[in-house]
Every structure is written in C-alpha cells, then in structure tokens.
Nanobody, 125 residues
C-alpha cells in the first residue's frame, strides 16, 4: 500500500511562489508515476503535472502550465511541485496522486489509485 502526504500549502500573494512536497511511503517513488491535481469546490479535479522516473535520480516531468514544474528526489522519496507567478485562479486544494511506475503518465484522476489528503493553496490579491 502506498501512502502519500502533502505539505507546503498556504497563503501567498499573487505573483508569488510556493513549493508543495509529497512524501511517499510503502514504495519508492522511482517505482511510481506521480502527479498533482487540484480541485475547487463545485468543479472536477484538474490535472496539474505528472512525473515519471527515468533512471538514477532523473525524472521526466509533464506539466500543463509553464509556471509549474515538478522534480523528484529518490533519496528523500519525495516529489515536489514548484509554482511560480501564482494567480488568483490557482487557489485550490492540491492533491498528490500516484500509480504504478510501469504505466505512463495520465491526466485522468481515475487512473491514480493512491491519493494524499490534499493541501490548501490560497492566492490573494
């Protein structure tokens, strides 16, 4: 069983930066495809970025937004989401998700069986 714990959410002013972390236990992140989604009340969960291990401490990351980048650290079994130039519309609960590493990255939340509890990101004007 894989457990995921997010941290790093909080309140930030528009234009600022924030880094979210997701620590995995139960399996090495190099054996997982990991992703970030976000959700606001009344809307569906939205894909943000995904990352897949490519050997050593190298990861291939996919992001829908150039302001958001992902990285992974095998030694800490942690992956992070770096968010820059935050906008009001980035306000949401951000969730870390994972699926088996022998699969490809996916933008569909239904493809990820493992989820963290979520961390709130609030961007203020």
């Amino acid at each position: 069983q894989v457990q995921l714990v997010e941290s790093g959410g909080g309140l930030v002013q528009a234009g600022g930066s924030l880094t979210l972390s997701c620590v995995a236990s139960g399996r090495r992140i190099s054996a997982l495809v990991m992703a970030w989604f976000r959700q606001v009340p009344g809307k569906e969960r939205e894909f943000v970025a995904a990352i897949r291990w490519s050997g050593g401490n190298r990861f291939n990351a996919q992001s829908l937004n150039v302001r958001f980048t992902m990285s992974g650290d095998n030694a800490k079994n942690t992956m992070t989401l770096h968010m820059n130039g935050l906008k009001l519309e980035d306000t949401a609960v951000y969730y870390c998700a994972a699926r088996d590493g022998d699969s490809s990255t996916s933008q569909l939340p239904t493809q990820y069986p493992y989820w963290g509890q979520g961390t709130q990101v609030t961007v203020s004007s």
